[in-house]
């Protein structure tokens, strides 16, 4: 059991004692924008951090006294009142969407944010902020708003601190500076400006279509100039075009304009670009931004499909229904064609329900992956010889609901089979998730990190995407795969594919994050009808990753992490293994809590492998000060307890999880980081345990936590987990190599 950290936004600016009160005001133009603004993540956060820092948030119509920071946020067209205030500046606020010193920002979802060079008050700032999305203008106001009050929002990528404008494209594109004053009017200081956007689109414009493109060509695929020859390339290109040829017949749709294909360089790049992470996505200046895979073609037709559709006037409506519109006219899904996915999905209980197909919007507890192929065959059972005529008329709950009946009959038959363990020692470390642009698994510089392992002597890595529950006793949870920065899918299975192509084995181990300062051992609900909706929604969550992990040719997968107060539901975790099998043919474990959470478990004899998260203390919690052989007492105390589990499951056992912060007396209480740091006990209780473990036969593997994917590998000064850079990794590394030399 550890408690986590998701450093989402921090303030810059230290905490001091409160000063009479400052006021930093969001302005909503209407109704609309106010409501988001209240219902936005924000309020709460800033609200708890201004008052420590003197200041009070205020949201709503302006009052008799000017507040010193001031916000106006407007939808655009703006109000002709809100643009009256832009008067003098450089920018147009009368369209649908930003035109700023004479240059046109068409994205959807570009915001911006001016500072208005005439504040209501000598000491005031006033800011007007415009976009064309309300969810998105929300969360840049508040942003906005705390810059004004010199409190920052901490990202990589953040621009100065000192800014006039800032036009923003995608959370790493955007165009800052200040203002220059010429007479009555405001325009652009070229001294001071720094534009991503800019140099986004000459990168773009470097660009070139293949080489033998024909004139004709109804997909035009965009790569630097020196690999417009590779043949590679050259056979997606024509790939591609014959594809939309085919499913634009099916729609039917006649191209004016070919649509643009670009090549990215990596997953980093295309997240720059367009502001997603997938295998190809929109949102840049091409149609569709791609990062090459052969084994991803699928993805590609499904992702042109789409394209297609939006280029028809297709693209509205219930989103899962213009999924299943897309992958009906591509016809395949991660190397099926779609059909042959919808027995093992009846079988596995994972089918949506209608009223989720018809949804409005995507549920963060929906699955791309296991719901897409269900959609298209609600769409091919929909009248209508194409997808305009499928698309005529949103159908029905009745109708949807007797499509997912039939579905659910057709189901296949239950696999039984056993995988055997991994036939080596797994030599692993927790890889932690950088949640960043730059180091998450995505990122092109996670390969950097599995060499500095390597070079140490692991060859296995956990791979850790997480799912959100709000409350413990709650069956409400959502996926963590939504953004760019967050442990997606296309994110998973890149580290998983580059993992093994460094020789690593993946151990694929899906988490829950829960709120409130709980850990998933205390999840348990209050009825029957709660763990019933628990459950329904943990399996769409554990049968999404074992699909993802058998695509990316993981070697183990975990069906759950430390679920102490469910671990003796042994039918309810049979079935769930049941459903893995279904995607998984790898062998499978569990990784249990130490202590009690280990020794009741009731479902040993559904898995392949056992697992166990070995936080076990090696001395009292009052031996702060202790001698090296009362630790080796400990640590033999430890491996006894292990090798019980290992004799009572009857199964190989693995370290899922295992290590020690570099924390004072960190053999106490291992599971906890927060204390002094000292690196020095920190290699003592490594020194200890390792040796102890070293050369067990009902051993399989070990996974230390942690390292990071990203630019975290190194020490922070914290006392935390990582032991990259610490004098506790020369006793990993030297413990990797003999078991590996034993094995």
């Keep these: 059991m550890k408690r986590a950290f998701l450093g989402l936004l921090l303030l810059a600016a230290p905490a001091r004692a409160a000063e009479p009160a400052k006021t930093l005001a969001l302005r909503p133009a209407n109704g609309e924008i106010e409501a988001r603004l209240q219902a936005s993540r924000w309020p709460g956060f800033v609200r708890e951090r201004l008052a420590a820092q003197g200041w009070r948030l205020e949201i709503g119509p302006r009052g008799e006294r000017p507040a010193d920071v001031e916000v106006e946020v407007a939808t655009l067209p703006a109000p002709s009142g809100l643009a009256a205030l832009a008067a003098g500046l450089p920018v147009e606020l009368g369209g649908a969407r930003v035109t700023f010193a004479g240059r046109p920002y068409p994205k959807a979802g570009t915001v911006a944010a001016f500072r208005l060079p005439r504040p209501v008050c000598p000491a005031c700032q006033r800011w007007l902020v415009v976009g064309d999305d309300p969810e998105e203008l929300a969360d840049f106001a508040f942003e906005t708003a705390l810059r004004g009050a010199g409190l920052q929002r901490r990202r990589s990528s953040s ?18 500076g200040l203002w220059r004053r010429t007479g009555e009017f405001w325009g652009v200081d070229a001294a001071a400006e720094h534009d991503q956007i800019a140099r986004r689109d000459a990168e773009f414009a470097r660009l070139v279509v293949v080489e033998g493109t024909p004139a004709d060509t109804w997909v035009r695929l965009l790569v630097p100039p020196e690999r417009s020859r590779g043949a590679a390339l050259i056979a997606l290109a024509r790939t591609l075009d014959t594809s939309a040829r085919t499913m634009a017949a099916r729609i039917p749709l006649a191209l004016e304009t070919p649509l643009t294909v670009a090549l ?61 519109v897309a992958l009906w006219l591509a016809g395949d899904w991660y190397g099926r064609p779609y059909r042959d996915w919808l027995p093992r999905l009846a079988a596995a209980e994972v089918l949506p329900t209608a009223a989720e197909l018809l949804a409005t919007e995507v549920q963060q507890d929906s699955s791309r992956p296991l719901w897409t192929p269900v959609a298209a065959a609600w769409v091919e059972r929909l009248p209508g010889a194409n997808a305009r005529e499928k698309l005529a008329r949103i159908p029905g709950e009745p109708i949807t609901r007797a499509v997912l009946e039939r579905l659910a009959r057709e189901r296949a038959p239950a696999i039984v089979r056993r995988a055997p363990a991994p036939g080596r020692f797994l030599a692993g470390v927790s890889f932690a998730h950088d949640n960043s642009l730059e180091g998450g698994y995505h990122a092109a510089g996670s390969g950097a990190q599995l060499d500095r392992l390597a070079a140490l002597g692991a060859d296995a890595v956990a791979l850790m995407p997480f799912g959100y529950q709000r ?16 442990e997606n899918d296309a994110g998973m299975v890149h580290a998983a594919r ?15 994050w ?17 763990w019933r909706a628990w459950w329904r929604t943990y399996r769409r969550f554990i049968v999404h990753h074992a699909f993802l992990a058998e695509w990316a040719g993981s070697d183990l997968f975990s069906v759950g992490v430390e679920l102490d107060r469910t671990v003796t539901r042994e039918k309810d975790w049979g079935a769930l293994v049941a459903a893995v099998r279904q995607f998984y043919t790898g062998p499978v474990t569990y990784a249990a809590n130490w202590g009690e959470g280990s020794e009741n478990v009731r479902f040993w004899q559904h898995l392949d492998v056992a697992g166990v998260d070995a936080y076990y203390p090696l001395a009292p919690r009052e031996a702060t000060t202790i001698g090296d052989e009362d630790l080796a007492r400990g640590a033999q105390d430890v491996v006894d307890r292990l090798a019980a589990i290992a004799e009572r499951s009857r199964l190989p056992l693995v370290l899922t999880e295992v290590g020690f912060p570099a924390r004072r007396a960190a053999w106490v209480d291992p599971h906890d980081e927060n204390g002094e740091l000292n690196e020095a006990d920190q290699e003592r209780a490594y020194r200890a345990l390792l040796p102890a473990l070293q050369g067990r036969p009902w051993l399989r593997g070990a996974f230390f936590w942690k390292v990071f994917s990203g630019r975290r590998g190194d020490p922070p000064g914290r006392a935390d987990f990582q032991f990259l850079g610490r004098p506790a990794e020369r006793w990993v590394s030297l413990f990797w190599r003999a078991e590996k030399g034993a094995s």
Aim: charged content about 25%; aromatic content about 8%; proline content about 10%.
């Design 159 to 176: 621009p100065p601190p000192d800014i006039d404008y800032q036009i923003r494209e995608s959370p790493w594109l955007e165009r800052t």
């Design 264 to 324: 990215e360089p990596d997953h980093e790049t295309q997240g720059r670009n367009t502001g997603d992470v997938d295998a190809a996505v929109p949102g840049g200046p091409a149609d569709l931004h791609l990062v090459w895979r052969p084994e991803d073609l699928d993805a590609y037709r499904v992702a042109l499909a789409e394209a297609l559709l939006a280029r028809a006037g297709l693209g509205s409506g219930p989103p899962w229904l213009r999924a299943g």
């Design 471 to 486: 409350n413990a006793r709650k069956p409400e949870l959502g996926f963590l795969n939504r953004g760019a920065t967050s």
């Design 498 to 512: 580059l993992a093994r192509a460094k020789g690593f084995a993946v151990l694929w181990k899906p988490h829950l």
């Design 514 to 530: 829960i709120s409130f300062g709980s850990w998933p051992g205390e999840v348990e609900m209050d009825s029957e009808a709660d």
